[in-house]
């Protein structure tokens, strides 16, 4: 079958929540003194965004072929994946069929090998090949999770990320996932409010409902073996991204030393199959979190999933929203997923990419059935009445 061959791909930089979902307005949970590795420096304790973590804005791709059909993704990266985009990958996919993906991938990634390998230019070659895989799927008339194999169950099941697990418990989901407010800097008086904010929730949501902290690269070693062991007793199901993800040797001591029982994740900012390689090798952590947004997307994902799998490790990806969904849903070591509660007070469910996305589903009572998926591609239109900018052309 011919498919019509790409045409044109063009990048744009969007503000305001969406794929950057770090990039929200004043009083969200998201912003309000989360623990991080530039928590050392008191001035950047309080807020995640007076260091600059939304300074780069949404990337949106746009795959055009030659019928007109456009596909597109978003995820992180702004005006520098843009011109990443424009001036250097597009030329790996114009005049190509949509259907090469894996040689566009495999050009678009030794191409920027000497200045890429992960973040930025990994995230705006994920941004490209998701939007390849959503042209596919349009052109196709299928939707993305039948390409890759198809549902192997019938819905997907979601653990909430957010400040409020305890209203997450009422809205149906499996889970919640906290943020961690004190690093080490904050000393024990720190450690000792963490333990007692999650003493707090565990005797809001009872004994069962699975609580989990994310530590977003904050902490060393030492300070997350002691969490850990302290949060043994308030049944702590996992800690999340405790180290830098560059301390692949301090993950596989981490997770020595974790509690029996209590699970050690990993890898939202790890990407492609060599980055995590080294997770699974070293023995670093129980479940690995890529984002199929900056991992190198589906493409890649499929790759990392395959490694994940022979080693019996559970993949559940960070976020990404349908680019995840359609993921999950096809893959047996991925059980359940993420859905991060981007309304400020965490006390209702919205859309996870909103507003940059039409008719992204959302769960209901904490699942999602593989039907809400049933559209061609990731199943979702750019909204186009939020502002576009295209910084670069070529
Ligand atoms: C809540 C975390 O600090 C971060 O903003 C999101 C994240 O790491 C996750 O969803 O996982
Ligand atoms: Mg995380």
């Given at each position: ?112 090998q000497y200045y890429g390998r992960k973040g930025l230019v990994v995230n705006a070659l994920s941004g490209v090949d998701l939007a390849l895989w959503d042209l596919l799927g349009k052109l196709r008339g299928e939707p993305v999770y039948h390409m890759l194999g198809g549902a192997v169950r019938d819905e997907l099941q979601f653990y909430a990320t957010g400040a409020r697990p305890d209203l997450a418990q009422q809205m149906g989901f499996i889970g919640g996932k906290m943020p961690l407010h004190h690093g080490p800097a904050e000393g024990e008086e720190g450690l000792h409010r963490n333990i007692a904010e999650l ?196």
């Open positions: 079958m011919n498919l019509p061959k790409i045409a044109h791909v063009r990048a744009f930089v969007v503000r305001g929540g969406g794929a950057d979902y770090h990039d929200q307005g004043e009083g969200h949970w998201i912003d309000d003194h989360i623990a991080t590795p530039m928590s050392r420096y008191p001035e950047y304790r309080q807020s995640r965004q007076s260091f600059g973590i939304n300074v780069l804005g949404t990337l949106v791709v746009e795959i055009e072929a030659t019928d007109g059909t456009i596909g597109f993704a978003v995820t992180t990266g702004g005006e520098p994946a843009c011109y990443i985009v424009e001036k250097h990958l597009a030329r790996f996919l114009e005049g190509r069929s949509p259907t090469e993906y894996e040689k566009i991938w495999d050009q678009m990634y030794f191409s920027t003493a707090e929730m565990r005797s809001r949501v009872g004994p069962d409902f699975w609580l989990m902290l994310d530590c977003w690269m904050a902490l060393d070693v030492n300070y997350a073996t002691r969490l850990a062991q302290r949060a043994h007793e308030h049944g702590l199901k996992w800690i999340e991204e405790a180290l830098s993800p560059d301390d692949y040797w301090g993950y596989a001591e981490l997770k020595r030393n974790a509690p029996t029982g209590m699970l050690v994740t990993t890898g939202e900012h790890e990407a492609t199959r060599w980055g995590f390689r080294m997770l699974l090798e070293m023995d670093c952590c129980d479940i690995i979190q890529p984002d199929v947004g900056w991992c190198g997307g589906v493409t890649e994902l499929i790759k990392i999933s395959a490694l994940a799998d022979a080693r019996g490790k559970l993949v559940v990806p960070h976020g990404s929203s349908v680019y995840s969904y359609h993921f999950v849903i096809t893959r047996h070591n991925s059980p359940f997923a993420e859905f991060l509660m981007m309304a400020p007070k965490a006390d209702e469910v919205v859309p996870m990419f909103h507003p940059q996305l039409l008719g992204e589903p959302i769960p209901e009572n904490g699942r999602m059935r593989a039907s809400a998926l049933d559209r061609p591609g990731f199943g979702v239109e750019l909204n186009r009445d939020i502002a576009l900018h295209r910084p670069y052309t070529h």
